[in-house]
């Protein structure tokens, strides 16, 4: 899992530039399914079809796209002043390098005088190292993408950190469960689909569900958790397992579904726990609510500090995802 995440985390990808990850995951998944496709938005289909009759469609998904910054203007001195791409958390931004989709590496850094309770995204640059606008501007273009740079590092036990997790680690899930499948003859249709622009609205999950028309859905994504100091009170925590997620700020998850996976991470000995998120939201509430609707459900893997440039996992919580997809498959 840590090899296939790491190889997952150093390919960037903003919000509506996932071309680059989406190439990587079909070399990676292509092996294991039947057929690939991209469809108009930029959503990765993959998918190993049944040989049963009266055929279900299960649509596994994650969001491939990240987190970042876009250009909007070059001082004269040759700062690069950038806005969010989805929801950025500047303090935890603020001094970070950061590198961009034509690989200029710079550190993105609040104006000088500016304090943290004053952090906003007009009060940002990025330095390249340049000393005018005309020799940043050989580098660097308006609308171009910065993306805090990525890495990823074991941690004691099978705890990881870096960027970005979120939701890397959904891919990799993903990936794992399709490697697993692979030679399996299923009664029922697998899709795997990677999604875009997902930290900006849900965007992408929405037309792919569509398209597929899926009969069940499961979502990966990660959660917050209850188990750093000082955090909201919450049930899930790092290393006890997969997140069965029953509602989010978005979604109140299909309860034919969350019975199907508590029943069959119980009888499997799978361990789980159950996540109510009182903010945020996921694919799980787009796919639900596409063409006639979907009985969708979420596998959530908990992270804490997320997106910040050191989010970080239990690996454990991700292996137990791929047991229990494994596990409600061959229960449906």
Not at 42 to 49: E, M, T
């Amino acid at each position: 899992m840590y090899n296939t995440l790491k190889t997952l985390c150093l390919v960037s990808s903003v919000s509506g530039r996932e071309e680059a990850i989406r190439e990587k995951i079909k070399e990676m998944i292509a092996p294991f399914t039947d057929e690939c496709t991209v469809d108009n938005l930029g959503n990765l289909i993959a998918v190993k079809h049944g040989t049963g009759k009266d055929k279900k469609k299960l649509m596994l998904c994650a969001h491939m796209d990240e987190i970042g910054f876009i250009v909007t203007f070059i001082e004269e001195n040759g700062a690069v002043r950038v806005s969010n791409v989805g929801g950025i958390n500047l303090v935890a931004s603020s001094c970070s390098q950061v590198i961009s989709e034509r690989g200029v590496r710079g550190v993105l850094v609040p104006e000088s005088g500016v304090k943290a309770a004053d952090f906003a995204p007009d009060k940002f640059l990025v330095d390249i190292g340049t000393k005018s606008k005309k020799e940043t501007e050989k580098k660097v273009r308006i609308g171009d993408f910065f993306v805090v740079t990525p890495s990823l590092s074991r941690l004691c036990g099978k705890r990881v950190c870096g960027r970005p997790i979120d939701d890397r680690i959904g891919c990799a899930v993903m990936i794992k469960t399709a490697e697993r499948l692979a030679s399996e003859k299923l009664k029922d249709d697998i899709y795997y689909v990677f999604s875009v622009q997902e930290e900006v609205g849900c965007r992408g999950s929405k037309p792919a569900a569509f398209a597929v028309a899926p009969d069940y859905a499961l979502v990966y994504d990660v959660t917050g958790t209850g188990d750093t100091i000082g955090a909201k009170p919450m049930e899930c925590s790092l290393g006890k397992g997969a997140a069965i997620k029953i509602k989010d700020s978005s979604v109140i998850c299909s309860a034919e579904v969350v019975d199907m996976l508590k029943c069959a991470a119980e009888e499997n000995d799978i361990p789980c726990q159950l996540e109510i998120l009182t903010y945020g939201g996921t694919d799980t509430s787009s796919i639900q609510m596409s063409g006639f609707g979907t009985r969708a459900g979420a596998l959530s893997i908990p992270a804490r500090y997320i997106h910040s440039g050191v989010e970080t996992i239990d690996l454990s919580d991700a292996e137990a995802c791929v047991s229990l997809t494994l596990a409600f498959i061959k229960k449906l």
